[in-house]
């Protein structure tokens, strides 16, 4: 059963428009990321929370918010979407930040803007 | 400028042992070393850490170099499963997120 829960698997969205992407863990975790990647280029490190609160943004654009309504979600709200926003993003957790932790991630939520 | 050197591409046979090296020749003393794996259409998956010397587990070993500028991933008996991208990264912060590089993609032939 996968422990960190993605929705949509899949998004295609107009141009201008507003998407939520949806996060959910059920590992107990108390740190949750948001990743995402473009086509043939490395993983990109977005927003760190830990306990709900914002604790890394590596993201330059406000269009992009997270949301954590509760301890085990992180979701990610795009706004005025691009075609260059197009991408893979993936949701990540961990149980504390430190050297000794693993980093889980999900599947991905493939978003398409057209 | 990168914090770790990966080859690109590596080619392996099935029951082949493959060595994926890393040079993190700037790597600090409260930094870490950790390997991650992609398959597509997957998010990355944890595989092994260390701080120095020789780690193993069920999925793999890590050597460390002695002054810790040089990590090798060794993945013994690889299967048709084992091809994937292999990200070594250095870090000891996660709030600041992992930084993936382009990493290793390790082809495996029947």
């Not at chain 1, 107009?14 to 990321?33: D, F, P, R, W």
């Not at chain 2, 994937?84 to 590089?101: K, P, R, S």
Request: net charge positive; with cysteine.
């Amino acid at each position: 059963d996968p422990k960190i829960i993605q929705k949509p698997k899949y998004l295609v969205a107009v141009t201008g428009s507003e998407k939520i992407l949806i996060c959910e863990q059920y590992l107990g975790h108390n740190a949750m990321y948001w990743y995402r990647q473009s086509a043939k280029k490395p993983l990109e490190f977005m927003f760190s929370y830990s306990y709900q609160k914002l604790m890394d943004n590596q993201t330059a654009s406000s269009r992009f918010q997270p949301q954590s309504s509760k301890k085990n979600h992180l979701d990610l709200q795009i706004t005025a979407l691009k075609p260059d926003d197009s991408a893979t993003y993936f949701c990540a957790s961990s149980q504390e930040r430190t050297p000794n932790t693993e980093v889980f991630f999900g599947k991905g939520t493939r978003l398409t803007v057209v | 400028l990168a914090k770790t050197t990966q080859p690109p591409s590596m080619e392996a046979y099935e029951g082949q042992e493959v060595n994926v090296s890393c040079s993190h020749t700037n790597i600090a003393t409260s930094e870490y070393i950790y390997w991650y794996r992609q398959v597509p259409h997957q998010g990355p998956q944890f595989i092994i850490q260390g701080y120095k010397d020789y780690v193993v587990n069920e999925v793999a070993s890590l050597f460390i170099s002695a002054d810790r500028k040089l990590s090798t991933l060794s993945l013994p008996w690889v299967s048709l499963r084992d091809a994937a991208v292999y990200y070594c990264i250095v870090t000891d912060n996660y709030a600041q997120g992992l930084t993936f590089g382009l990493g290793t993609r390790v082809s495996v032939f029947p």
